[in-house]
């Protein structure tokens, strides 16, 4: 089956702080999704890869920035890491398709202090 | 923009009922319909996908149907057990290669 890793599950980071979170995929999807999780809100679209160094804005960009050099790694980068990006980290990825499954990785709980 | 709903936002059942989750969405232009499982503090797996052509997909104990001209698909949970315990969440994919999630719902079964 698709193995979706997150490098972290815990990190704690200090406010101002440039925090990196990488995913990588090993079934050689096209499309990588980031994902923040907070109660009450649920999933919110941060950014989205379909391709290697192809990006798209999701509904929540502000304050995020991504990277993907190879198919397989799509890095979710905070350049100034503030008490309001504390959250749950979702890393996806799928076929290009629409019509194939989303698969995640297990999840980067970052506390920002 | 596609606005997917799940009602209830938590249910608690004791073990042995069978029971139906609920997933609505607004925009019936859509490639597929997943249902996704979260434990606390983990990432989704996904339980079951219907494509936009089908009406329905099983996987043992669980069934899912989608009824794409009215919005709506369901998920049965059949003689539920406490390690069914967890948040169900749907999600909706269309134009764009992007997905929308509900809310989900929080499950508890009790023993």
């Known amino acids: 089956d698709v193995k979706v890793t997150q490098s972290s599950r815990y990190l704690v980071k200090r406010t101002g702080e440039k925090v990196f979170l990488e995913c990588v995929q090993d079934?050689?999807?096209?499309?990588m999704f980031w994902y923040r999780q907070d109660p009450g809100l649920g999933l919110r679209l941060i950014y989205f890869s379909y391709d290697v160094k192809m990006k798209e804005k999701g509904d929540i960009p502000e304050g995020y920035s991504v990277s993907r050099e190879k198919k397989e790694r799509f890095s979710l980068i905070l350049e100034s890491a503030s008490t309001n990006q504390t959250s749950m980290y979702l890393c996806a990825s799928s076929l290009w398709r629409g019509e194939e499954k989303l698969f995640f990785g297990s999840g980067t709980q970052l506390s920002v202090l | 923009k596609q606005e997917v709903t799940q009602i209830p936002a938590a249910l608690s059942v004791p073990e042995g009922e069978n029971l139906v989750l609920n997933c609505s969405f607004t925009?019936?232009?859509?490639?597929?319909l997943q249902w996704f499982r979260q434990d606390p503090g983990k990432g989704l797996t996904s339980l079951l996908l219907i494509q936009s052509s089908q009406r329905e997909q099983t996987s043992g104990r669980l069934n899912a149907s989608l009824d794409k001209s009215s919005g709506r698909s369901t998920l049965y949970i059949a003689a539920s057990q406490p390690g069914d315990s967890a948040t169900y969440l749907c999600a909706v994919s269309g134009t764009g290669n992007q997905f929308y999630f509900g809310t989900g719902t929080s499950l508890t079964v009790i023993p």
């Open positions: 925009d019936s232009a859509i490639y597929n």
């Open positions: 079934m050689d999807h096209e499309n």
